[in-house]
T-cell receptor, first 117, second 113 residues
Framework: GAVVSQHPSWVICKSGTSVKIECRSLDFQATTMFWYRQFPKQSLMLMATSNEGSKATYEQGVEKDKFLINHASLTLSTLTVTSAHPEDSSFYIC?????????????FGPGTRLTVT | DAKTTQPPSMDCAEGRAANLPCNHSTISGNEYVYWYRQIHSQGPQYIIHGLKNNETNEMASLIITEDRKSSTLILPHATLRDTAVYYCIVRVGGTGTASKLTFGTGTRLQVTL
């Protein structure tokens, strides 16, 4: 099956600093990547959609200047949380859409747990 | 995309079939039914999807009613490792598209000994 990795798997940072999360599709090319956020006991909420080489499209209510998304290649997307605050503490999950074997689907990474102190 | 309604939680004994229902009464003709699951603190895992015919793969079976207003995901022999939150999602396009997935609250399935 298709594999999506995220790095780091967890990170703790101080309030006011920036954190970068990497998302890689290891065995397929992800033409579109998605970033989700999940707070405890809640469902996944889509933050933004990005296509390789294009600017990301953000969902309503998501600050594009705070959550910087770069999708520089078909296998790598990054999410940078700038000037992080405790309320940004959450589980961030990426997914990539692409053809893996015979199936074109959306495959999810394992998630990154961010804690801002 | 159409909304879905799922029971918040279900229990199932290990070894028995788990039948997870989903209502999607406002589904459109070009919307597919997808099922994903999320084991605690992990990313969602694709299970199965279908348009109008019943589907089966190595993980599960998907039964879609003739009017397409509801569906049932069947795990034929549930194990403790199947304990997870199961999400039923309808979206336009199906295979070959990059349309976004909108997650609802899902059903928390607890498999017990």
């Amino acid at each position: 099956g298709a594999v999506v990795s995220q790095h780091p798997s967890w990170v703790i940072c101080k309030s006011g600093t920036s954190v970068k999360i990497e998302c890689r599709s290891l065995d397929f090319q992800a033409t579109t990547m998605f970033w989700y956020r999940q707070f405890p006991k809640q469902s996944l909420m889509l933050m933004a959609t990005s296509n390789e080489g294009s600017k990301a499209t953000y969902e309503q209510g998501v600050e594009k200047d705070k959550f910087l998304i770069n999708h520089a290649s078909l296998t790598l997307s990054t999410l940078t949380v700038t000037s992080a605050h405790p309320e940004d503490s959450s589980f961030y999950i990426c997914s990539g859409s692409g053809l893996a074997g015979v199936r074109y689907e959306q495959y999810f990474g394992p998630g990154t747990r961010l804690t801002v102190t | 995309d159409a909304k879905t309604t799922q029971p918040p939680s279900m229990d199932c004994a290990e070894g028995r079939a788990a039948n997870l229902p989903c209502n999607h009464s406002t589904i459109s003709g070009n919307e597919y039914v997808y099922w994903y699951r999320q084991i605690h603190s992990q990313g969602p895992q694709y299970i199965i999807h279908g348009l109008k015919n019943n589907e089966t793969n190595e993980m599960a079976s998907l039964i879609i009613t003739e009017d397409r207003k509801s569906s049932t995901l069947i795990l034929p022999h549930a194990t403790l490792r199947d304990t997870a939150v199961y999400y039923c999602i309808v979206r336009v396009g199906g295979t070959g598209t990059a349309s976004k997935l909108t997650f609802g609250t899902g059903t928390r399935l607890q498999v017990t000994l």
